[in-house]
């Protein structure tokens, strides 16, 4: 696969990847490197990654702890005072070297650290590889709330190995399978339903699939960087996707979301806002659907659940003014944004999630 060129960096993809980051590394006065890493890709990655690096550079092992109950600002001053510690200046890199907490954290971590070191993103995750590491957005969370802390600064390199997908559980791989099918809803038609066929799909398929993805996602970032525009696009799915992740992950009693399965319930709960306000055909609502119930379990929200939810939604990146702004879609393919939804089309929304486990591919 051709590395994909972008406005500030360059996307590359297996085995060139190793040969370009090497590259990268000779030609630039590095003193020292720096890998962060979290408990999982030190133990399944780390080796492998190391094996293919040329460099004479001494390197240096920062962990932190696995899971998005750590992208926080406390996990930050742990690698700032690591890296201190470890005697990094401002000629030192680092590179991430993990999934999207990895990646959002390290590159804020960069930015940040004696006003800005060189970073590179290594993902290892599927989600990582096609969403969080592409683009540039870095930060932390504030509490339970996503991404609330942060800059967008794109690092010099993204180098995505897709080896590292055979470390992953199925249900990682589906979590950032959510964020393809995303992209297909958004931007393609032909890209989604290829995406709902997934028993017909090779490994090969795959990696062309993930090319496509980083493509679409960057198609969208180079025309508008800063998301003043058609960049909140890659938010459909988000604004209640998000709220839902927070509020499992702040609720002990319920089992946490990964990404992706919050996005997922989102982008049904969004799509079917779709239709009661642009017009969203209904035959394709009731083909979303199905694709997704074929693909995710179905999630349990109690009805005491909905309010606690669309509370959540006041922290939403997007809002303006005091209004909460979605993204939806007139029709796969053609998002709108900046669209405004009363509460008791959220609370149906909710109860036509509820009911759609029903639908079966």
Known sequence: MN??????????????????ISSYLKQNNFSKIFVLVDQNTHEHCLSHFLSHL???????????????????????????????????????????????????????????????????????????????????????DLGSIKNQV???????????????????????LKSGLAEMLKHGLIADRSYFESLTNLSQLTLNDLDQLIYDSVLIKNDIVTKDPLEHG???????????GHAIESYFLEHLEKKALLHGEAIVIGMILETFISGKLLGFPENDLDYITRSFNKI?????????????????????????????????LEAIGK????????????????????NSSRLKA
């Not at 696995?66 to 200046?89: F, M, N, R, Y």
């Not at 390199?157 to 992953?168: A, K, N, Q, R, Y």
């Open 335 to 354: 998002p709108k944004i900046d669209c405004l939804v009363d509460n008791e089309l959220i609370l149906e929304s909710f109860e036509f999630y509820k």
């Open 150 to 172: 942060g800059v967008i600064s794109s690092g010099d390199l993204v180098l995505i190995d897709t080896s590292f997908l055979d470390t992953l559980p199925q249900n990682q």
């Open 296 to 328: 995710y379990p179905p999630v349990s929200i109690d009805v005491t659940d909905y309010g606690k939810i669309i509370d959540l939604l006041k922290f939403d990146k997007k809002n303006e003014h005091g209004n909460i702004n979605f993204v939806l």
């Open 54 to 140: 040329e460099t004479d550079l001494e390197i240096e092992i920062i962990e932190i702890e696995a899971g998005e109950a750590h992208k926080t600002i406390d996990t930050c001053v742990g690698v700032w005072e690591s890296l201190s510690s470890l005697g990094a200046d401002r000629k030192s890199i680092l590179l991430n070297l993990g999934g999207g907490v990895v990646t959002d954290l390290g590159g804020f971590v960069a930015c940040t650290f004696k006003r800005g070191i060189k970073y590179i993103n290594i993902p290892t995750s599927l989600l990582a590889m096609v969403d969080a590491s592409v683009g540039g957005k870095t930060g932390v």
């Open 230 to 240: 058609i960049r909140k696009h890659l938010n459909f799915g988000h604004t209640l």
């Open 3 to 20: 590395s994909i060129e972008t406005k500030d960096y360059t996307v590359h993809f297996n085995s060139v990847a190793y040969e370009a």
